[in-house]
Nanobody
Framework: QVQLVESGGGSVQPGGSLRLSCLVS????????IGWYRQAPGKQRELLAFIIRGGSPDYADSVKGRFTISTDNAKNTVYLQMNSLGPEDTAVYYC??????????????WGQGTQVTVST
């Protein structure tokens, strides 16, 4: 089992920035893929950014150039730096970890989510 705890959400004005944190209960190096998703009311959960172990970060087009995913392996923490926020970024943001579960399968773990609201 892997527990994920997000923090750092809140309310911000358009054009502002926030940094989300996700504390992982196990060594990040044991995670195959770690990433950030969001879900706005009435919409499907959307993949924003992820890192495959040993690889480089990748981003959805909607956030490329504005959001940055990074990890601090010593702190078992994943960050999502979000800049130039707009009302369309309002959503609940989730941290996700995918880890091998045996026989070639993977298990997905989710945090509880943190609300981000962008408004004047």
């Amino acid at each position: 089992q892997v527990q994920l705890v997000e923090s750092g959400g809140g309310s911000v004005q358009p054009g502002g920035s926030l940094r989300l944190s996700c504390l992982v209960s196990t060594d990040i190096v044991s995670i195959s893929v770690i990433g950030w998703y969001r879900q706005a009311p009435g919409k499907q959960r959307e993949l924003l950014a992820f890192i495959i172990r040993g690889g480089s970060p990748d981003y959805a087009d909607s956030v490329k150039g504005r959001f940055t995913i990074s990890t601090d392996n010593a702190k078992n923490t994943v960050y999502l730096q979000m800049n130039s926020l707009g009302p369309e970024d309002t959503a609940v943001y989730y941290c996700n970890a995918r880890k091998p579960s045996g026989l070639g399968a993977f298990a997905d773990y989710w945090g509880q989510g943190t609300q981000v609201t962008v408004s004047t």
